[in-house]
């Protein structure tokens, strides 16, 4: 990965005290062919972030982003490969963190299986130091982004499933008791605080009971 080593080493008191504030970064970094002081791996250094690790492809990704648990995990590479993409959504299903890579060679369709795959930046061609920092923000705020969405959307569904869980077990109510739907409800909400519980775990119980009995008595 060819990066610019014209830094500018002349820093104003602000830009020095944003530097600071990635002292507390930690970066997993891997690189494509894997070399001890690398331009982009120097970049990382001047601008404070703290590289837990440097490897190479050869090494298991999944396994050393959950041994370093690093922040940020940095790829440099000429284009990304499949297997490469495949641990990363891997990685991005059991230990989601901010992922850029850095590649010498542009791909519509490999950018695709990128984004598709959890990667938060995929940035092509030459990159120059000073733009690092930003790109790295953005990733971030990007992956984060992304991760409230996924949780609205897990608590969305979860919302459903509870809902459900509810009308099967006013079903059950409605039918044994012989009673209202307003009233298997009540029943339910009585069941729940008497058991300091939520109205979607004393249905699951219900259910389960309900059925069991349903087939024991077949």
Known sequence: MRVNKAVNKMKTNGEQANIASNTNIVVLLIEEPQVRTSPLKKALLDFNYQITKQLSFNDNIITEVEYCNPD???????????????????????????????????????????????????????????????????????????QALRNELKQAKSQLEDRKYIERAKGYIMQQKQISESEAYAALRKMAMDQSSTLATVSKNIIDVCQLFSKSSV
Request: net charge positive; no cysteine; aromatic share 6%.
């Open 72 to 146: 940020i995990l940095i790829l440099s590479t000429d284009l990304a490969s499949d297997k490469m993409l495949k641990d990363l959504a891997e990685i991005n299903k059991l230990l989601p963190l901010p992922i850029v890579i850095f590649a010498e060679y542009d791909s519509p369709n490999v950018i695709k299986k990128a984004i598709k795959a959890g990667v938060s930046a995929y940035v092509v061609h030459e990159i120059l130091p000073q733009r690092i920092k930003s790109i790295l923000l953005v990733a971030n705020e990007r992956f984060k982004a992304v």
